[in-house]
């Protein structure tokens, strides 16, 4: 099972950190979003896995550790919190400087492709 | 506490020219010279307990967790810098009194000196290495101040800019050392580090920290190769160049040589570098003195020379060697301000400095001229003058040295050879000035200055000559005093008297006073042979590099800095691959030992939807909807795996966050396009392929190592206390509200900000209303859907009802503040959704922003509330109560804690929703100007 976690993890952070390497600002967030699930999970699987071990008292036997899953928990909620900032933030930009690329400037190249057309 | 007042006198008096502007300038002048006045008597009341070999200690504790204190030390030679300091300080104001124009801005001269004043005193008394580094800086700002004082010139600028340059750049190497010194010894208290030189001497970083201090010494005291700004200085009024350039500032850097003589000398390593460094600026300086026609470029080299005389003192290492660089240090404050301030009353005077004009002004100033040569006889050693005594001892310790082995005589040929130099520029100034025909091309005839502009000249020259005469009753006890403050044990013994019989220093000084005429008569040919030499001129030369280095540091600068977010990320991750990948290399095998758990049917299927969900994300990416929607089944199965893996409060927040994330992303579309232009050529996406697997590699294995590596957490701990101390059996929600309730509060600060700064954010955006879709069809007409509004309204209620259950029960179950939140704002949002916002607006008019406001109050205020029980901050209570019909209920203050979190959480979350869809209506936040 760890095998196929740790799988996951690396699979979701390569995602991530593929889509935040584009130039627009919204796959950057898809890959923001993307990220955040893998250090969370990250985080989340550094207090081991456990099935059936809720950290609520008199319901089980052992169970699972409750600081990676508190520290995981406001993490989430913040997340959201800078996600949302970033969106606003590309949009902002988008408003004011007419494009979505993350240097808030089209790249040479592009530009002269474009004029070329 | 009187050591206290000595350093703030004259900072309170740095104010009092300012205030006393207006009056005359003589009025001024008093008013100024009274603090530093009110602190040498205060100096001076100490004297008897110093020069009895006691000391005087101020300490005030500041941050000391940091060793941050205000210590203050006045001992021997604390006392005698403070000495010189705030007496040659007294003889420089009465002095600029008379020397500055009615143009200069007198206030402003007097308020920089005052604060030069305080930084020089600062230094010496400071007990503190990073309160006396404070200082020494300040004393770097101050004389940038002062050097620039006549900003209108640009040669002052450029001189300033020089000199603040190097002896900043020399302040950095010293702060280092300082932090270094303090690492090792544990402390930046003066005396435990000066009594820890074991200790530091036989640590690894001794060489480190040894090169850094000296780098900060020879930067301030212009020793070789740093000696160049000095007479760049010489832009600077007189009264500055007598005070900083002969007497107090260029002597720091030899003061920290003395004060951490105790600490840091004994070594080879010491001994080498600083009595190399004090012997090369002794003859370069003494050399290049006697070809200045400048009078201030002369005593600028020939300071430089006795500056390097004093260090080659401090790194002989014999046993009276400090004594005599001591001697030497108030000596050559004494002849050489003299000689400054008589400069200054013959340019004053005369209107020139260029000794190929100045001739013959015996006739036209005699008095000052007598003056003159008394310093400048004491400046070349003259027997019976207070020069001639310390260059005696200077002159018989080189012959007990043993510093270059069996090569150790040149150093006292040398110094003969310096010595001879030293007379004959002092014959210069003394002759070239004052005789030698007469004046050339003066613009003014010269005459002698206002009487009182002499004082200072006079009493700094008749204590050259009572020195000289009566050298142990006068200074003595202050050698004395100094000595034993440097001198780790006892002092040796030492005679201070004038006639020491026939031997070697003697022959030595007379050799000096023969060579030093023979060369200054024949200097013709010297000067003929000087002149073919290439001319360099430190300042252009100086500038030149700075302005490369400049270039280079910006053309790096430009290249690190290149604007684009893509390459500071793919630099960021190849460092992290260096710095993660590097170690695991190291690791035989990733398993840690710990069994792995068996993998059943759901957790598979889960995993594998996950995986595929993730893939078409990033296939589809340039299709943003159905990336959205992809992205959307990832975030779900994350959340099935924190059911699954036993994180219930995990599974509900990321299945809210989830839904507010993506109805979020769904709204930014609307304002964005909706496609992904192709831009990338495909070795770009090879490249980032690679980097994010590589990552991906890195981040999966250490997490694989992770979990399967045995551990023993420190949550055993809140398992055990969460229901006796929190009373709670919800470990994860009495971790968040009381364990680390701090954190929560940051963490929902930090939430709230962030709603706050999106809302800003809004404000006055240009407004755009895309009329149609990305493949240009018009948006629906039918607004909003009967069907789901209907739905959501009946749901409103039952959501808000889920909500306020699971806030309740959080602290015993699953749920809590959080949770609650989200779900309440996810049922709002539905409204916004299915009805618009003007439809809620007008069913519920709150501004969100007071929200979160009152949602941080709450749980501040619950913080606050354990003070009025004498308790910490945010320290929980408990209790159980037999209510009537409600039977056994447990009250607990944490429950008002999450009720703060529950309403920031709210607030936060359409405070960001709301803002952005308002954003296509005509409630869209406008930016309001409040008076």
Redesign the interface.
């Known amino acids: ?15 991530g ?11 950057v ?2 890959g923001l ?2 990220l955040s ?2 250090v ?3 985080i ?15 319901t089980s036997e052992q ?5 990676p ?2 520290l ?3 993490a ?10 970033l ?6 930009a ?3 400087l007419g494009n ?1 690329h ?2 808030g400037k089209l ?1 040479d190249a ?1 530009v002269v492709r474009k004029e070329s057309r | 506490m009187t050591l206290l007042w000595i350093l703030l006198l004259p900072l309170l008096g740095s104010l009092v020219p300012v205030f006393t502007a207006r009056w005359n300038r003589s009025a001024c002048a008093l008013a100024t010279a009274l603090p530093p006045a009110f602190a040498l008597m205060l100096l001076l009341y100490h004297a008897d307990a110093i020069l009895a070999g006691g000391s005087v200690r101020f300490f005030q504790p500041w941050i000391p967790l940091l060793g941050l204190d205000i210590t203050l030390i006045l001992d021997g030679l604390a006392f005698l810098f403070a000495l010189l300091i705030l007496g040659i300080g007294l003889l420089i104001i009465l002095y600029a009194r008379y020397y500055l124009a009615p143009r200069d801005s007198m206030p402003r001269f007097y308020a920089y000196l005052m604060l030069f004043m305080t930084a020089m005193l600062g230094i010496v008394l400071s007990g503190n290495l990073l309160q006396l580094w404070l200082f020494w800086e300040l004393t770097s700002i101050s004389s940038f101040l002062l050097i620039s004082f006549w900003w209108h010139k640009a040669e002052a600028r450029r001189g300033a800019r020089m000199a603040l340059t190097v002896t900043g750049a020399g302040g950095l190497a010293l702060l280092a050392a300082f932090l270094l010194i303090g690492q090792l010894v544990g402390s930046y208290d003066l005396q435990q580090v000066l009594a820890s030189a074991e200790l530091i001497q036989q640590h690894a970083w001794y060489p480190l920290i040894l090169v850094l201090f000296l780098l900060g010494c020879f930067t301030k005291s212009a020793q070789f190769p740093f000696h160049f700004w000095l007479p760049n200085a010489m832009a600077a009024p007189t009264p500055v160049s007598a005070y900083l350039h002969s007497a107090t500032m260029v002597k720091a850097g030899i003061f920290l040589l003395a004060r951490f003589y105790p600490a840091l000398s004994g070594t080879e390593l010491w001994f080498v570098l600083v009595s190399i460094t004090g012997l090369a600026t002794l003859l370069i300086g003494a050399y290049l003195a006697l070809f200045k026609h400048d009078l201030k470029g002369l005593l600028a080299y020939s300071t430089i020379s006795h500056l390097g005389l004093i260090t080659l003192l401090f790194g002989m290492g014999t046993d009276l060697a400090a004594v005599a660089g001591l001697f030497h240090i108030i000596n050559h404050a004494t002849f050489k301000a003299s000689l400054f301030m008589a400069a200054g009353i013959i340019d004053h005077e005369s209107g020139s400095r260029d000794m190929r004009k100045l001739n013959g002004l015996w006739q036209f100033m005699p008095i000052t001229a007598t003056l003159a040569m008394v310093a400048a006889a004491a400046m070349a050693g003259v027997p019976l003058l207070n020069g001639f005594l310390s260059k005696e001892m200077f002159f018989a310790e080189t012959l007990h040295q043993h510093l270059l082995g069996s090569l150790s005589w040149v150093i006292p040929v040398l110094a003969t050879v310096a010595g001879v130099f030293s007379v004959a520029y002092s014959m210069r100034f003394i002759h070239d000035v004052f005789f030698n025909g007469q004046p050339k091309g003066l613009t003014k005839t010269p005459h002698e200055p206002p009487r009182y502009m002499r004082v200072p000249v006079e009493v700094l020259v008749a204590l050259c000559i009572l020195v000289g005469l009566f050298p142990g009753y006068l200074i003595g006890d202050l050698l004395q005093a100094a000595s034993q403050a440097v001198l780790p044990g006892e002092v040796p013994y030492y005679s201070l008297a004038i006639w020491h019989g026939f031997n070697l220093p003697l022959l030595m000084s007379v050799l000096a006073l023969v060579g030093g005429t023979l060369i200054y008569v024949n200097r013709k040919h010297l000067f003929d042979f000087q002149n073919t030499l290439p001319d360099v001129d430190a300042l252009n030369s100086f500038e030149r590099g700075v302005k490369q280095f400049a270039e280079r540091c910006s053309q790096l600068y430009q290249w690190l800095d290149s604007g684009s977010l893509q390459r500071y990320m793919t630099l960021t991750l190849l460092s992290f691959i260096l710095l993660a990948g590097l170690p695991l290399t190291d690791l035989v095998t990733l398993w840690g030992g710990r069994a792995e758990l068996p993998i059943d049917a759901v957790n598979a299927t889960g995993a594998t939807m996950l995986l595929i969900a993730a893939f078409a994300t990033v296939v589809w990416h340039r299709k943003r909807v159905v990336a959205l929607l992809m992205i959307s089944v990832v975030g779900l199965m994350v959340s099935i795996a924190f059911t699954r893996f036993s994180a219930p409060d995990l599974a509900l927040t990321q299945l809210s966050v989830e839904v507010v994330t993506i109805i979020l992303l769904m709204l930014a579309l609307f304002f964005l396009p909706h496609k992904t232009p192709k831009q990338s050529e495909s070795s770009r996406v090879v490249r980032d392929l690679s980097v994010a697997s590589m990552v991906g590699v890195i981040v999966g294995s250490l997490s694989y190592a992770l979990m399967t590596r045995p551990f023993n957490s420190i949550s055993d701990f809140f398992i055990t206390n969460a229901k006796t101390g929190g009373g709670g059996t919800n470990v994860v929600n009495v971790i968040l509200v009381d364990f680390r309730g701090f954190d929560t509060l940051g963490e929902i600060t930090v939430l709230g900000i962030a709603s706050l700064g999106i809302f800003k954010l809004l404000t006055r955006i240009p407004l755009f209303k895309p009329s149609s879709d990305g493949d240009g069809r018009p948006w629906a007409l039918e607004r909003h859907s009967l069907l789901l509004s209907t739905v959501s309204q009946s749901l409103l209620p039952l959501a808000v009802m889920v909500s306020i259950y699971i806030f309740f029960r959080g602290h015993n179950l699953p749920g809590g503040g959080f949770i609650a939140g989200l779900v309440t704002a996810v049922a709002i949002i539905l409204q916004y959704i299915a009805q618009g916002v003007d439809w809620v607006k007008a069913r519920m008019n709150v501004e969100y922003q007071r929200v979160v406001a009152v949602g941080l109050l709450i749980a501040l205020a619950t913080g606050a509330a354990s003070w009025l029980f004498n308790r910490p901050f945010l320290t929980s209570w408990f209790d159980y109560f037999d209510l009537p019909v409600l039977g056994k209920l447990e009250l607990a203050s944490a429950i008002a804690f999450d009720l703060g979190v529950y309403v920031t959480v709210v607030g936060s979350t359409l405070l960001i929703l709301a803002s952005l869809g308002k954003m296509t209506t005509s409630h869209r936040p406008v930016h309001k100007e409040t008076i």
Do not use: H
């Not at chain 1, 799988?7 to 979701?12: A, E, K, P, V």
């Not at chain 1, 989430?76 to 900032?85: E, H, N, P, S």
């Open positions: 099972m760890e095998t196929l976690v740790a799988c996951c993890i690396g699979f979701l952070t390569a995602c950190i593929f889509l935040m390497l584009r130039g627009r600002t919204f796959p967030m898809l979003t993307m699930y893998a969370n999970l990250f989340f699987t550094s207090g081991r896995l456990t099935l059936r071990g809720a950290a609520v008292l008199g169970y699972a550790d409750p600081l899953q508190a995981v928990l406001t989430i909620v913040i997340g959201f919190a800078m996600t949302a900032f969106v606003i933030l590309a949009i902002r988008r408003a004011d979505d993350v240097d790249p592009d």
